[in-house]
């Protein structure tokens, strides 16, 4: 069931459709086995079965490292449960990964089960008996499950087809009723980049690149049964990756194949049909080709648009990102800041120069390879042992490469997911790929693997002991389950909180599963639109009570606070190392200064926190500066102004603050040059223009103030404040009736507005 479901679970119910609910099918059905297996040894065999390869040591050493990392994580949360959007990074999924490999190796054999049915009655009796006796017997083989995988490999391609020529997007009206229920397509189907394996059609063309390989392997292993489909489906991959047109992913195809040619020739293992590598030669040629030619057109020629592109972050800064989190001290560089927590170490040692490209404004929660992800979450001990397993791998594989046919599969396919962890960052499914591909291997060797037998029969105590363990394993099983339905829980009322009663469905999200720090970012930023609505209101309609309320959830949430007789943890207690929870608090602050005592002091210690966390963004800097300012520190604010056009010399806001920074000492002059010159470099840029028409205005530069507020409306038509200021404007040159009109735009976009509307019954009378 996980090796057909894997590629293509997903389901709608929860906020993230794919990755979240892949890690929720890994856990559960991996904990069943496991269940299964021990119940199996403990309650049926009587006897205790474990076999024991020279990969177990390695396997464990990685896993026991990503523990410790964890332990030792900078955001524990994101460590164990994996961080919220990705889910895929977590221990909690790596242990499952883990267990999966254990499993493969004790339960799968190399074989498909031998057929008995078509034997005479006496000699089938005799095979069951056989069956009965062995009790490593399985009827789990290498040869089925590669059958099982390549079936859901086969609807994956189907579905993705269906996809990108609109079939999904074609059923959204339909649905049926059952009872009080109406049933329809998901939305996440309807997506133009659908497929089950991925949220992005860039995550499918990696997938589909180790694909390609795994179908060559099995050609090139002599598998006659079924060629034609397997061509068939190494054709239908291909033309998908040619319409996809994601580069890392034909280099997938080429690196692979091309070490697996090196291997194939140094060993001679094709010497008798050496015709055989001419099917990896010309895919290696094809997809070489692919990588140097620019095929997105297709997708406009057989589409009529163009497929949405995952923004990944380039290797250069990913392998730079990681080094930097390794060296920041001693701990990280044995352990790194911590199994899944990359978003904290690009928020910390992001290159400044990544704010001169268009993406400056993502805080990337992934690397652009595994391998970086590796190095920066768990540390050079990490990467060691990592390498240790693989390099173990490759050797003893190259051993027994000749060994039978189904080792020359399993060795191209990991090949194919090892370069994948070299360009591309490792979701579930390639995560599930490549231990999957690990365990079968282990399975292959046959040789090196050995057996361990414990017997409960002749001791009846160790029975008794290994049952009640049994029974306290179950309990603690369920009692997973019970929090794994919590938290599933949460995340529909998370999702559904995007519609109506949203503060409601936060709160509930919130309390089933209190741990997750996404959701009190999420309830503390909604709690602080709701004070800016009513902040809105005229002070004599403003509702105090339900303000002073707001204002306490919204600090509750973002830093922790008793609410009636509870405590709640907010998000900067529950991630002290995530940004983003210091900035949320920080603009609280910022925007409730007028209704809560000592918040500009609270605001800028958030906001200097979020520095320490992300020293390299500009707009922190610059938000911080605006609170020095009013606290009055001309000196501080100045310096944080004048670090953020360091850092992005482009980034306006800052560069306003500047300039008005000016008008504050009471240089109208030189503000007015300053901004000018900031209009002058960015002529679409509306809140420069603003603020160069209203210094001009101030100067009584009257027509340069016009020139420069028209320009502002005619570039953002609902600008209400251009619109007010070229009323005023207008109003000061005489120009009534253009001014009217000016002040009934206002009108119309701030419906209700007294001040506005005496101005406007001024004017006209």
Known sequence: MLVFLMPLFFLPFSFEAFEFNKQYLLFFLVTISLFAWLAKMILVDKEIRFKRSPLDIFVLAFIFIAILSAIFSVDKGSSVFGLYGRFSDGLIGLLSLGILYFLITNNVSIEKEQETKNLPADRQGKEQKAKNKDASYSVLSVPSIFKVFLRSVFLVVLISYLTLFGVWAKLDGLQFSVGKFQIGLPVVMQQSTFNPVAGSMEGLAVFLAVIVSLLTGLILSGEKKKVIGTLALIFLSLVLLIIIDYTPAWIIIVVSLALFVSVALTKRMFKEDVNKLLLPLLLIILAGVFIFVNTSGLQTLLFKYQLPKEQVLNQSTSFLVGFKAATENIKSGFLGSGIGTWHYDFSKFKPTAFNQSILWQIRFDRAGSEVAEIIGNTGFLGLLSYLILIGMFLMISYIFLQQNRGGLTLFLTFLAVLVGQFVYYQNTILAFVFWLILGLSVVNWQKPVKEKIISLKTFPELSLIFSALLIVFAIMILGGYFFAAKFYLADINYKNALGENRTQKLQTAAGLNPYQSQYKIVLARDYLSKIAAENQKAADQRDQTALTLDVHLAITFAKGGQVGDTYIKGATELSPNRVAAWETAGMIYRDIQGVASGALEWGIKSFEKAITLEPAN???????????????????????????????????????????????????????????????????????LFQAGRLCFNDNQIDKAISYFEAVVNLMPNHSNGHYSLGVAYQKKGQTSKAVQEFEKVLELNPGNQDVQAKLDQLKK
Do not use: C, W
Not at 674 to 687: C, G, H, I, R, V
């Open 618 to 688: 500009p707009v922190l800097h610059t938000e911080l500066g605006k609170l020095y300012l009013i606290s009055a520190d001309k000196d501080k604010a100045r310096t944080e102004y004048t670090k953020a056009v360091e850092l992005k010399s482009d980034y306006t806001d800052a560069a306003i603050q500047l300039a008005l920074m000016y008008e504050g000492e009471n240089n109208l002059t030189e503000a007015i040059r300053q901004m000018e010159t900031l209009a002058a470099n960015y002529p679409f840029d509306a809140e420069v």
